[in-house]
Each structure stands twice: as C-alpha cells, then as structure tokens.
C-alpha cells in the first residue's frame, strides 16, 4: 500500500492543490491511502496510531519540512520514501532530479524505481538535504518565525521571503571562533561564517552549497567559510547562488564520515531547512539509510 502524506501547509498551499492534480492523475489506480497533514509533528502521529501496518511507500506531497519529519518518521521501519513536490524550496527533490510536474512525480511513483540514499544525523535526527550552522542557521530561525514567510508563500514568492531573512542577518551577525572536528582531524577556525554539512548539494531553495555532495558516497560533504572579514564574506555568500564559491579564499571544502562543531556560545542549526535550535551538533552520514522512489 502507498500512502500519501499531503502537507496542505506546504508552499503557501500549494499542497493542497498539487494534491488535486495527483488524485485526478491516480483515481483509477489501486492499493493506495491519503492523510492529510494536521500541524507539524503529525505524520508520526499518524504512523504510530497502528492503523499504517500495510504501508509499504510512504509518499510526502509537500517541501522539504515535510520529506524531513516523514524520513524521521519512518524511521528503522521497511517503508520506502517517496516525494511529490509541493513546498517552496524543494531541495531534496531537486538534488534527485524528481520531477516538479505533480502528474509526472506520481507516475514515477507507481512506476517504483529506487535507490538506496545515505541519510545524516544531528543527534538523534535524521536529515536529508544539509545541515547548516551559523550564518544560515541564523536565516532559518529568523525567517521561519517571520510573518512575512506566510504572506509571500502565498503568492508563491518563498525564495523572497529567505533572501529577506538573509538581508536582515548580514546586518547584524558577528562571525565567531570555532572548533571543528571531522573523522578524527581538528581544526580551529577563527571568523566563521557558516560550517554546512551537506548530504545532498542544495539547501536555501536551489543553492549548490556543496556542489559535489552525492547522496550515495557514504560521506558529508562540508563547506566553511570562515577566516574572513564581513565586507569579504559578503562577497562570497552571492557566490553560493551559483556554486561559484568553491574556489575562493575563504572558502573550505572537506568530507568526512562525521562533522563535530563546537563554539563557546553554541550556533544557531538548521537542518532540512527547519531551524533546530543553537547548539553544538555532532552530524554524521550513515550510509544506505533509506530506500527512495525517485
Ligand atoms: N497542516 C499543517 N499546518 C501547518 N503546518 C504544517 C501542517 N502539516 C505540516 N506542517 C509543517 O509545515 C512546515 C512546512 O512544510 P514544508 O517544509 O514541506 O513546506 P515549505 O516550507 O513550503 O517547503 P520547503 O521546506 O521545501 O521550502 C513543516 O515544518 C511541517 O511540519
């Protein structure tokens, strides 16, 4: 049985209405469920309520919030992940070439084609795109908590609302010392930026933080920028929009099994885009995780 999880929430309300193409697209097909999201947090709710037992495929209809809480979810149980994409920033399907068109997505969906995807962990919590600290950390907690978010969501203008929290943030933020540990190498890096631990390329709606990042390497890709005055790093975080920060002063490029980050005063963490609070992250890639239904 495929179950679809629909985040009505999802870009704006978008999920609603890619749903609606879905289930004209799927009505004479058989073997498959619908649930509607209530509020955050309730797709577990739902799977843990025991009425799921047959669910072999467990489809989110939404961003990547959505694919983030059902991944945890589904969590040690033998279901495979699947994504119809209906939030605004969508870097999880991005990254697998997933179609953006609804009627596309499910075709693929009924068609079953999968790979086996590593996952991340931030303590306890899976993750599939990145996980990002510091500056971008800041971003999402600032931007997830704005009331403009909900009112550009819904004329579709989600990327608007992160590049205003962007802009709020290079105002004020203050790069910072920290202690990064990756397998078993330490490093100190004064004035950084951001430290983003990426499983899969994009995070931000569509930027190639790690460009190289491949979700079957059984490895994080890192980018750090750091080492940098604001007036430098103010040029380089433009350049993330494109992938073109690769090479520049400033600019660290690792991978690693494991990413330790530790600062006197912990940094803002976002994860999946879903801000997690400040704190010192331990993230680790654990190889072949999940079955996905790309
Ligand atoms: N019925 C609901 N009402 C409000 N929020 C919900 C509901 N169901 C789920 N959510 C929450 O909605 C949040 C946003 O969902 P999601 O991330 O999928 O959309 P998005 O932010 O538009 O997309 P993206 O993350 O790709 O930019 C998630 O954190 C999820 O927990």
Redesign the pocket.
Known sequence: MICFFV??????G??TRVWKKVERAIRNRESWSVV????????KEHLESGAFSDITAAI?V????????LANAIKGRDIHLGVI????????ARALGISNDPVKAAENIFLGRTIRLDLGSLDERLFLTAVGSGFDGEVARVTNKAAYKKWL?RINA?RLAYLIGVVQVLIRYRSCKVRMEINDEKFELDNVWLIAAANLKYYG?GLPICPTADGEDGKLSICAIHGVSKLKALTILPRVVTGSHTGLKGVAMLEGQSCKITSDSPLPIQY???YAGKMNAVIRNIPSAITVII
């Open positions: 985040n009505p929430a999802s870009g704006g978008n999920g509607f999201t209530e509020k955050p947090g309730s797709i989110a939404g961003g990547d919030g959505t694919i983030h809480e994409p209906a939030g605004s920033g969508n870097d999880f969501n989600g709606g999946d885009g879903e």
